[in-house]
T-cell receptor
């Protein structure tokens, strides 16, 4: 029973364009959401988070949007850079972190 | 300021052997979390510990797996009588207080042959 779903295993974007990574969840108890970024052979790195009382949080090139009625969140990266190429995990919690399977982003120079 | 350290980075065990994975949290962090990532899967929470206490082990398999975080020394994840299905990447994370924005180590890749 996958409570956090990232339906796109991979995404390719041209450098300078917008990257949009999507995440859906099923558990209405989730009240805090996070995005982690992971390079090969490294552990995940925290990127940005959002509480369920907000619908948007912005940090530099990264913006997370939350649509509670649709149980959907998305991560926007603008402009995308080659160094952004990594696997991005969506995570959610009311208690312990529940992760999605990840989306591999490739930013093409 | 060293990050979260895990060792070994790679561990090969034969079926039936024991695996011990170590995690040294960041300096000043007293909260440790262990996660497992199977191939093509996301990270799955296993256990949350504070110094000398297991706070939440709801993600730990009931048998063969145990974890500790002693007063002195690293946190240890122990897997007894390993089976092929235990082959995975095991990540440790730490935080100074209970946080969702956790700092992760590089992981230990366990291969059971």
């Amino acid at each position: 029973d996958q409570q956090v779903k990232q339906n796109s295993p991979s995404l390719s974007v041209q450098e300078g364009r917008i990257s949009i990574l999507n995440c859906d969840y099923t558990n209405s108890m989730f009240d805090y959401f996070l995005w982690y970024k992971k390079y090969p052979a490294e552990g995940p790195t925290f990127l940005i988070s959002i509480s369920s009382i907000k619908d948007k949080n912005e940090d530099g090139r990264f913006t997370v949007f939350l649509n509670k009625s649709a149980k959907h969140l998305s991560l926007h990266i603008v402009p995308s850079q080659p160094g952004d190429s990594a696997v991005y995990f969506c995570a959610a919690t009311p208690d312990q972190l529940t992760f999605g399977k990840g989306t591999k982003l490739s930013v093409i120079p | 300021n060293a990050g979260v350290m895990q060792n070994p980075r790679h561990l090969v065990r034969r079926r039936g052997q024991e695996a011990r994975l170590r995690c040294s949290p960041m300096k000043g962090h007293s909260h440790v979390y262990w996660y497992r990532q199977l191939p093509e899967e996301g990270l799955k929470f296993m256990v949350y510990l504070q110094k000398e206490n297991i706070i939440d082990e709801s993600g730990m398999p009931k048998e063969r797996f145990s974890a500790e975080f002693p007063k002195e020394g690293p946190s240890i994840l122990r897997i007894q009588q390993v089976v092929r299905g235990d082959s995975a990447a095991y990540f440790c994370a730490s935080s100074p207080v209970r946080l969702y924005e956790q700092y992760f180590g590089p992981g230990t890749r366990l291969t059971v042959t």
